[in-house]
């Protein structure tokens, strides 16, 4: 199980190098530079995280000042916070990524590599040789929302997620909990929220189908 749940990690990230609007072939890819692509493209993403969650701080200290400030019942503080809760969670977030993805190459450098980035590649294979049936089929049961409308990294688990479903025969509660897992490396609360929603409805549907 930690073979696959790293395939699946490594495959989120390559997926994450591929444009969404001109897609390349999975076997063009040089796993190495891709991996190291990705790497550097989470630690941005991690960067602005912390800036904005610097951000919220300031808005929380201000906040916290202002009612300071003011005498009698104030609307100041509740804001203050709202704002410090926001940046804890954000904090939160960022902290969690960055160890996730400090931790991949160490992990990839002691499990079994080949049968890890095999498992990987098999995964973005499925992706981006099935993606247009897979978009079509997730925004089917998307209820009023767009994929196209979701960060990058929630399609892309979500993609996933339908390839362990449906070509990798991983049962059901397995690849829901997987994608949630990604979810809570890379995404927040509202992603996984919607990750979990809409993987269940794609499984009733496609159950329904079946039956």
């Known amino acids: 199980m930690a073979t696959r749940s ?3 990690e490594l495959a989120l990230l390559v997926l994450g190098q591929v444009s969404d609007q ?6 063009n890819l040089a796993m190495d530079s891709v991996l190291e692509q990705a790497l550097d493209s989470l630690m941005q993403h991690w960067r602005e995280s912390l800036d904005a969650s610097a951000a919220e701080l300031e808005q929380a200290q201000q906040s916290l ?3 300071e400030l003011q005498s009698g019942e104030s609307a100041a503080l509740p804001t203050g916070q709202d704002h410090l809760r926001s940046c804890l969670t954000m904090a939160e977030q960022v902290l969690n990524g960055l160890s996730a993805s400090l931790e991949l190459p160490r992990l990839l450098m002691l499990g079994d590599q080949e049968q890890i980035r095999h498992g990987a590649m ?9 993606r247009d049936r897979i978009d079509a089929e997730l925004d089917s049961v998307m209820e009023g929302w767009r994929l196209s409308r979701l960060p990058r990294l929630d399609r892309d688990i979500l993609r ?3 390839v362990d479903l449906r070509d990798l025969g991983t049962p059901a509660p397995v690849a829901f909990s997987e994608a949630v897992e990604l979810a809570n490396r890379y995404s927040d609360e509202q992603g996984r929220r919607m990750i979990n929603g809409v993987l269940r409805r794609f499984h009733d549907a496609a159950s329904k189908a079946v039956g």
Do not use: G, Q, W
């Open 6 to 8: 790293l395939a699946r």
């Open 22 to 27: 001109k897609p390349i072939p999975a076997a």
């Open 65 to 67: 000042l202002d009612s």
């Open 122 to 130: 098999d995964r973005v294979s499925c992706v981006l040789n099935k």
């Open 160 to 162: 996933l997620a339908v």
